[in-house]
């Protein structure tokens, strides 16, 4: 009888969940798509030997993803967490949904921590070298490529889970 409760005051509106998924799927194709377009953008700054195709394609990545990742992940995160709690699914419930909420996380602290940093650094080195000049990369390149390849596998994988809904319960606490 107490599920069955809390169950209930749990639900949210039809309309209102429908906004809420909507807005929860729009965020996160946004955020997909912007790591894609920064995937894209990397891998043609490390394979180009034109210097001004190199200096576009990494001053456009923090141009890109500089003002938009941090709200866009953060609105991902939010909606996506808020959709757990007041639905079926819950948040720690089935754990296809606990390994979202774990690869988003990860996702969600390193934009700030990591990602947006390089950004900044790659947008300084093309502000320093001259306009005719390839940039010498060091490792700062294959970092930027990394964590777009790696970053684009959690965001598919997520949806992917979404889709599919594989595994089971989790195991209740306590």
Not at 22 to 37: A, K, M, P, R, T
Request: charged fraction near 10%; hydrophobic fraction near 50%.
């Amino acid at each position: 009888m107490t599920t069955t409760i809390e169950r209930s005051t749990r639900r949210l509106a039809p309309t209102t969940r429908k906004w809420l998924l909507l807005l929860h799927i729009v965020v996160s194709v946004g955020w997909l798509g912007l790591n894609v377009g920064n995937l894209t953008l990397a891998i043609t700054g490390l394979t180009t030997d034109d210097p001004a195709t190199q200096h576009f394609a990494f001053g456009a990545m923090y141009l890109i993803g500089g003002p938009l990742l941090v709200p866009v992940s953060l609105l991902a995160y939010a909606s996506g967490i808020l959709l757990g709690y007041y639905s079926r699914w819950g948040v720690f419930r089935y754990r296809w949904v606990l390994v979202k909420f774990t690869l988003t996380t990860i996702a969600v602290v390193l934009v700030p921590l990591s990602l947006l940093p390089g950004l900044r650094e790659l947008s300084a080195l093309m502000t320093t070298t001259p306009t005719g000049t390839l940039a010498d990369l060091g490792q700062l390149g294959t970092s930027m490529l990394s964590a777009g390849i790696v970053s684009t596998a959690m965001y598919v994988t997520c949806a992917v889970l979404s889709v599919l809904k594989p595994w089971g319960r989790t195991r209740r606490l306590g």
